[in-house]
């Protein structure tokens, strides 16, 4: 009789570890995805736009993407009710601030120092979440922490150049802080809309805020050639792919894995840009980016500790 219980609680946690595993792996695909978005954006900012402009295009044409495939799919097109303004916030406050306060960093320092101080998100996610009582991480979570971050130092210093200005520091400091804001916020906010619904929602919200931007500066517009859509189109199948896994594994493991994973991104971005762009690839990035992948499967595997409930 003791047994049963064992017994039944045993395919369970099976089934656990699956979607763990699962959610790891496609968190691990939207940091591919966004790595290349960063890959289509070096080709978009050799066009004579503004960064605004490209941004707001961007999530604009990602929403349309995901529009199509909810109505291909027969999916909801609308957000589960007392979810939605919660989906608005976090793509127009949280996703899209974020965009604002990095690509702002970037014309105050390289590009290099502003990714590796954004790149401090992780840590923010942790201790955020551990303060506000979503329970404290476990000490394999804090060491895939601390590969992913060494990781991702590594990769990004390994050209050498790392000067950024005071402005610069205060804005890539900002975004990290916004998107930890996001991640926080999307995990809270999302609990019964499918991923592909709310990555549309947080797609269009971040399209409206930031074409408000461009409009508050007097740079809305559209791409005119060839030369400038296809890599901004690029951009679009890649967010709209990166926001539907990010959201789908963030379900699965909480923001406080979710982000450490998230630090494959700058080694996906590195790879990108030897295949693509004739950029080399050192021993250092090689190296940084084995630490951020081991830390990265650490992170899916690991547990957080739960906060003990108080006694009845």
């Known amino acids: 009789m003791t ?9 369970v946690g099976a089934r ?22 960063v890959l289509f954006g070096k080709f978009a900012l050799r066009v004579d736009l503004p960064v605004f402009t490209i941004l707001s295009v961007r999530f604009g044409l ?26 608005v916030v976090v793509g127009m406050a949280g996703y ?12 105050y320092g390289t590009a290099a120092a502003v990714t590796l101080l954004f790149f401090t998100f992780p840590v923010f996610v942790t201790l955020t979440s551990w303060a506000i009582g979503r329970g404290r991480p476990s000490r394999p979570t804090l060491a895939a922490l601390a590969l992913a971050i060494v990781g991702a130092a590594l990769i990004v210093t390994a050209g050498g150049n790392v000067a950024v200005q005071t402005l610069g520091v ?35 919200s971040a399209s409206v805020g930031l074409g408000l931007v461009a409009l508050s500066r007097g740079e809305l517009g559209l ?10 189109l690029g951009m679009s199948l890649a967010t709209a792919a990166a926001f539907f896994c990010l959201l789908e594994g963030l379900r699965r493991l909480g923001a406080v894995r979710t982000a450490i994973i998230g630090s494959l991104e700058p080694f996906a ?23 951020i ?20």
């Open 62 to 87: 990602a929403t349309l993407l995901l529009l199509s495939l909810l109505a291909a799919l027969r999916r909801p097109l609308r957000p589960v009710a007392g979810e939605r303004l919660g989906i």
């Open 293 to 312: 992948v081991v830390g990265a499967v650490a992170a899916a595997l690991a547990r957080t500790t739960p906060v003990p409930e108080p006694p009845v």
């Open 170 to 204: 205060v804005l890539a400091l900002a975004s990290a802080l916004t998107y930890t804001a996001y991640l926080l916020g999307a995990d809270h906010v999302l609990k019964r809309t499918n991923a592909l619904t709310a990555a549309m929602w947080q797609a269009g």
């Open 269 to 291: 971005v590195a790879v990108l840009g030897t295949l693509f762009l004739d950029e080399p690839l050192g021993v250092v990035v090689v190296v940084g980016g084995l630490l």
């Open 96 to 107: 899209g601030i974020e965009a604002v306060f990095f690509f702002s960093g970037l014309r």
């Open 3 to 11: 047994e049963e219980p064992q017994a039944r609680s045993a395919p």
């Open 16 to 37: 656990r570890r699956g979607g763990e595993a699962l959610g790891g792996a496609l968190v691990a695909l939207s940091s591919l995805a966004f790595g290349t978005v």
């Open 223 to 232: 791409p005119r050639d060839a030369d400038a859509w296809w890599p901004i």
